[in-house]
């Protein structure tokens, strides 16, 4: 501890440090000198999805003071957001996947790997090939992990549909099953208990493949087995299927037998809890979900799905100076979306240059806005703002709103431009 | 309590949220997320740097009192005139 001190002190000393760049300039209102020293604290990143790249964002303007590295595995971002819409060949696929911008981040050390194990007492991260880096700081946003918990499917499986779920190129091998489909066929969705990443994206998919074939002129049936008894935004797709999609989408829930405990590939049929089967030409379980598989390795998690961590920081709870964001916490009411990730991580990264300097914690407020859309021409949200509970040690919502289910046309297809709006300038501002 | 009083007392009293305890900044901070970082907005979401000062201040207004269904009204109301006014301040000052 007091090597720590020390070292805090003299960093503090000798930073490199001008009001005018910080985040939140109000807030801060020391002065301190500048020195050319190199002692600076290391801060690892690990994941560029939407929640590192938002930290990276806004460590960017200290990137001179602070020495700041980023591990991702993969050499391209696909976000999930959107990818229904690809899927459905609404958008390229294209508009979803981003380039890192090596000139934007010129300061940063980018390393394209992925983290192997955690050393917590050590402050150690090993790689994949095995190299091992000390950190001061270690911000985790590793996206999740799926569960394999219905009998006889294994989401590794990759001789099965995939489960599109986790930005990844199966979707073209999703793509390719779904133009695959014969004239008339019937298909399958299986949605997730909660929580869950995006939790209306199963039933935007479904909207979205019906859509889809109605387009291609084919028959067909979805069927939406439910591990649940309601869902969000549901007034409003059931609205949008009995205007658009009517007898072509049912919605299963629970207490009717929705809930899939066993899947059979051979045969292409699934059974629900009460032993209803159902046999389909296409399959497409999205499995029950958990937090990352790194850290349940380095455990993390304390053998719970999803790690807990102090809301004001994001640091977890039993581990001084590491810190989660995004779809592997729990967080409190906040759904598992793109939206929160990044509302998150602002406060995770502001909180960690407080910290850093000493400055005081700032309290948070978060927001989520999340777009579904039933058709290109037609989008809804809900949105909700969220604080901390009084004890400081939960995020709660103040209330959320949604589209009105007799909302006019011209206002369904104006939140189809919110939606691009939203999403272009998040991933210009994370990815150039 | 008769639905007119209820309506009496949320027009007096605003519901709001941020009057005392949580930073404006870390409000704009969220409406970054889609306006831009420097509000420069897009294609499909208009720029706040055309806007004079007084604008966005009564555009704000309007959005919290408005009934109408915009994804705008719905996040602003949990707003207050002096959070809003508070925003202004802040975003006019720093935009570029």
């Not at chain 1, 369904?412 to 990815?431: F, H, I, M, P, S």
């Not at chain 2, 209820?6 to 007096?12: N, R």
Request: hydrophobic share 35%; charged share 25%; aromatic share 12%.
């Amino acid at each position: 501890m007091k090597k720590l001190n020390n070292y805090r002190r003299n960093f503090l000393k000798n930073s490199s440090y001008f009001i005018s760049s910080l985040l939140f300039s109000s807030i801060f209102k020391i002065n301190t000198s500048y020195s050319k020293s190199k002692l600076k604290p290391r801060i690892i990143i690990v994941g560029f999805g939407i929640g590192g790249a938002t930290c990276i964002s806004y460590l960017l303007k200290f990137s001179k003071n602070f020495d700041i590295i980023v591990i991702e595995k993969n050499e391209r971002i696909q976000t999930c957001p959107m990818s229904n819409l690809v899927i459905a060949d609404i958008i390229p696929y294209s508009y979803i996947s981003h380039d890192f911008d090596y000139m934007r981040l010129k300061n940063i050390k980018f390393l394209n790997s992925s983290v192997k194990t955690i050393y917590t007492s050590k402050k150690i991260i090993e790689t994949e090939d095995s190299s091992k880096i000390d950190y001061d700081y270690l911000i985790l946003s590793p996206g999740i992990n799926f569960k394999n918990d219905i009998d006889g499917y294994n989401h590794k499986d990759r001789t099965i549909i995939p489960h599109c779920w986790n930005g990844t190129k199966d979707l073209f091998k999703f793509k390719k099953r779904l133009n695959d489909l014969e004239k008339k066929s019937t298909i399958i969705i299986s949605a997730p208990d909660y929580p869950y990443r995006c939790p209306p994206a199963p039933y935007e998919r479904a909207s979205l493949l019906a859509n889809f074939l109605k387009r291609k002129k084919k028959k067909f049936k979805i069927l939406i087995l439910d591990s649940k008894d309601s869902f969000t935004k549901k007034e409003i797709f059931l609205n949008e299927w009995r205007n658009y999609h009517k007898e072509s989408i049912e919605w299963i829930p629970k207490s009717k037998g929705g809930k899939v405990t066993y899947f059979n590939k051979k045969e292409n049929y699934v059974k629900t809890s009460n032993g209803s089967k159902f046999k389909a030409d296409f399959i497409n379980i999205i499995p029950n979900q958990k937090a990352a598989d790194i850290l349940t390795r380095s455990k993390l998690n304390g053998n719970k799905d999803w790690c807990d961590v102090n809301p004001m920081t994001f640091e977890l709870k039993n581990f001084r100076n590491i810190f989660v964001v995004g779809d592997s916490i729990d967080a409190g009411d906040m759904p598992k979306s793109a939206f929160s990730a990044n509302s998150q991580a602002k406060i995770l990264a502001t909180n960690l240059v407080n910290r850093i300097y000493e400055k005081d914690i700032l309290s948070p407020v978060f927001l989520n806005t999340c777009y579904s859309f039933s058709s290109s021409k037609r989008a809804f949200s809900i949105t909700s703002w969220y604080k901390l509970n009084k004890k400081k040690t939960r995020i709660v919502s103040l209330g959320s709103s949604t589209t009105k289910v007799d909302a006019l046309s011209h206002q369904y297809y104006d939140e189809t431009r919110q939606a691009y709006g939203w999403y272009e300038n998040l991933v210009k501002t994370l990815y150039g | 309590m008769k639905k007119s009083k209820l309506f009496i007392l949320l027009i007096l009293f605003p519901f709001h949220i941020f009057a005392n305890d949580i930073e404006i900044n870390v409000i704009i901070e969220n409406c970054k997320s889609c306006h831009g970082q420097n509000y420069e907005g897009n294609n499909y979401i208009k720029s706040l740097k055309p806007l004079e000062k007084e604008e966005f201040i009564s555009k704000m207004i309007k959005y919290v009192n408005s009934n109408n269904d915009h994804v705008m009204s719905r996040i602003s109301k949990v707003l207050n005139k002096k959070d809003i006014l508070k925003m202004a301040d802040e975003i006019y000052e720093k935009i570029e």
